[in-house]
């Protein structure tokens, strides 16, 4: 049980390290509505253990506030009314420093529940709790790099977000044909998208060592990719022209060379580095340049075993689809994955 808890403590340490170095007026800010303020992520996470674990298990809790279950539920209709995504920004209130107060009463609270409860109902939610809260400390980092990489200074972020080198050389590595088992197997956490484990038949292919390198990425940008409307598809197409991409988010030319704004501020792009911040669309149209093509989350997941995975996400040519006899949790967890399966694409990697 202390193991546990430690985890949980860890976990929600963790996500207010990476708010350390925010002035108070960043913590409020929604330049995008696919961004949340970070002061919404750490109220949000907070939420989540107070509706899931403390409201349903610990029968003397009380609620810390109960405006924020509305201001802070993000999508679970079985959990009430909310403020639309769009609006989070718009919230100068509660101060960051009112939400801080309610992370420590929750986390307090938890931690308390775990030492006197050991139901094993209880520990695979708060076990979901910790990944949920993982899930948003990768969204804060995005969301974050996206508010300040929006100012004109671009400042530097205090952290150690930074990709590795892909120095090594490139080989492309061979997968037999054969029928692979897909899915999750064990009695370790996983989410519930990943259950169903099933066999997929593969045909043979090869696949690529290492990721795409920025400097590989220049030379699609220079051979006049993002002008070849052969290279993309139809709605590809139309999303660069109709928002005058003509680079990876976050880069700028400058005076002739590439620069894009990191964690470290805005530096000259590195060659050697793994591109990132792109679109499906121009994954795509870089593999169809490069005479190849995106392979699929079951090929992926087959050959995964030979990466240094775990630097970015990286693009599958998948759709988000439930896997055989995928089966959705009763009430409001149940909404946690499934009802996004629908027009979007699979990512693995990270």
Known sequence: MSSFKEKF????????TICSHLATEDFSVQPAVFV????????????????????????????????????????????????????????????????????????????QLLEKDTNKELLEIVEIGINHEQQHQELLAYDIKYILGNQPTFPVIKNNFNLEEEIQQQQFITIEEGVYNIGHL?????????????KVYIQPFQISNKLVTNKEYIEFIEAGGYNNFNLWHADGWDFIQNNNIEAPLYWHKVKGVW????????????????VNHISFFEAYAFAEW?????????????ASKHF???????????????????????????????????????LRGA
């Open 9 to 16: 403590l860890t976990t929600r340490t963790q996500t207010e």
């Open 36 to 111: 949340s303020p970070p002061k919404w992520h750490l109220a949000h996470t907070t939420w989540f253990f107070e509706q899931f674990v403390l409201v349903k298990f610990d029968l003397e809790y009380k609620i810390y506030n109960d405006d924020f279950a509305y201001l802070f539920n993000s999508y679970y209709n079985n959990a009430g009314e909310r403020v639309l995504r769009p609006n989070r920004g718009l919230m100068t209130r509660p101060t960051v420093k009112e939400v801080m107060d309610y992370r420590a009463y929750v986390t307090k609270n938890v931690v």
């Open 186 to 198: 064990g009695n370790d956490f996983c989410f519930d998208n990943e259950l169903g484990a099933h």
């Open 259 to 274: 620069h894009y704004y990191t964690y470290n501020g805005f530096t000259p792009v590195e060659a050697n580095k793994p």
């Open 290 to 302: 490069k005479n190849m093509r995106l392979s699929t989350e079951f090929e992926w997941e087959v």
């Open 308 to 346: 240094n995975w775990g630097q970015l996400w990286e693009w599958t040519n998948s759709a988000y689809l439930p896997y055989p006899n995928f089966t959705k949790a009763p009430g409001a967890l149940g909404e946690y994955n499934g009802k996004f399966m629908v027009n979007q694409h699979v």
